[in-house]
């Protein structure tokens, strides 16, 4: 069983992600820690019914490995991700996902775990347990987060952008974690904040946890009649934040992303600035980064925290990281910030005075993405010939296949061919200002690949 994805563990709680496990890789975090000379862990969970169990699956095993454990509670993922600064960590959620599902989600110094570790972490868990001397065990203690973590993003957002002074903002939390920081944290900014599912609660009875156009139909309707200047909305461990304008619509969120990139870009003074980004990003973000006096760099889904740390070896300055819907704030930490990218964005807003004058420079072209069926045992064999015939078909195309099939064409266009980590697919991701002719044209390509392979 391959034990980690692109964002963790994550899955099923009674199949997959059950105590058992929990336990098990406890024992071998608290494990490889202990080689690296590490004993220090703090942990905590989402709101989710299987959490608590879980956490304390986790918490044995971490001290029978002879890890110290810092019980944080239930906290926003990007929390526990600033708690684990100096230390390891750990957070029990599934993001996202339903609430049938949990996760772990496995951090050092502020950062997710890379390959590497997570290699190492699963190689100890396929073996056999390994735990430290009877008199090597640890112990656990509570610790609180919470108001260090709301009081130091309020700081951090203070510094860009302009006062709130009242502007109201409305934020959907999805009965998740967000519920616990985002709207404390524009308040104390000086926002009029109005809530929506601002319980925590892991039916996630107000809304599937997933902040989609169609999930999030309450905020976009109440913003719209409202004298709201947008509205935020975040997933179950508030990692991610979509955006809805005043008029209730969802915002790309390829245009935050390119909003908040040229605002870090134009703030540093690097000679040139670096932004962190994935193929499946829109080329929007490469326009003004370039305009700011900065370039992109792609690293693979799931990995920013990898790309931040590669540009950083090769002496580059690093202002921003992000994939669509999710945002490291480099300046702010390592880890991935939705609270942060609410913060910040509420003062470049104020600033502004609406969203609008910030999107006016960003190019929106048409965005799709489809799926093309494709057997898991057939996705290289099909990558392997995708690499040679859409180049073929499109020679006037400039051509990166570190990370699935990207062509970018003359006029911005692009398209990303990739194999899904997770479903038997193989997406098509594409922006034009003729997409629904490029994605069908690639998508042709892409099943013929598949019959072949």
Known sequence: ???????????????????????????????????????????????????????????AGLEAAGARVHRAGVLPTPALAYASRNRRGVQV????????????????????????????????????????????????????????????????????????DGQTVVVDCGNGVASLATPQVLRRLGAHVVTLNANVDGHFPG?????????????????ADSDAVFGIAHDGDADRIVVVDGDGDVVHEDTVLAILAEHYTRESDAAEPVVVTTPNASARIDERVAEAGGRVERVRLGALHEG????????????????????????????????????????????EGGLAPLREPVTER??????VDCAD???????????????????????????????????????????????????????????????DDVAAVVEDAVRSA
């Open 308 to 351: 931040i740390a590669a540009a950083e070896a090769r002496g580059d300055d690093v202002v921003f990281a992000a994939e669509p819907w999710k945002h490291v704030h480099t300046g702010f930490g390592g880890w991935i910030d939705g609270i942060a990218s609410a913060a910040v964005l509420s003062r470049l807003v104020a600033y």
């Open 1 to 59: 069983m391959e034990l980690f994805g692109t964002a963790g563990i994550r899955g099923d709680a009674v199949e997959r992600v059950h105590p058992e496990l929990a336990l098990a890789v406890g024992t071998a975090a608290g494990g490889e820690a202990r080689g690296d000379g590490d004993r220090e862990f703090v942990v905590a969970r989402d709101g989710r019914e299987t959490g608590p169990a879980l956490v304390a699956a986790m918490t």
């Open 377 to 439: 045992d057939r996705k290289v064999p099909a990558m392997d010939e995708l690499a040679q015939a859409l180049p073929a078909a499109y020679p006037d195309a400039e051509v990166d296949t570190e990370y699935g099939v990207r062509l970018e064409f003359p006029d911005a266009s692009w398209t990303l061919v990739r194999p899904s980590g997770t479903e038997p697919y193989v997406r098509v991701y594409a922006e034009s200002d003729d997409v629904d002719a490029l994605v």
């Open 93 to 164: 959620t599934a993001s996202h996902n339903p609430p049938e599902d949990n996760g772990i989600k496995l951090f050092v110094d502020g950062s997710e775990y890379d390959r590497e570790r997570e290699r190492a972490v699963a190689d100890r868990v396929d073996g056999a347990a390994t735990y430290a001397d009877w008199d090597e065990w640890g112990g656990s203690e509570s610790v609180e987060v919470l108001t260090d973590y709301r009081d130091a993003v309020a700081t951090y957002a203070s510094e860009f952008g302009a006062p709130l």
């Open 207 to 223: 809304r599937p946890s997933k902040p989609t156009p169609e999930t999030i139909t309450d905020l976009r309707a109440f913003v």
């Open 366 to 371: 048409p965005y799709r993405k489809v799926s």
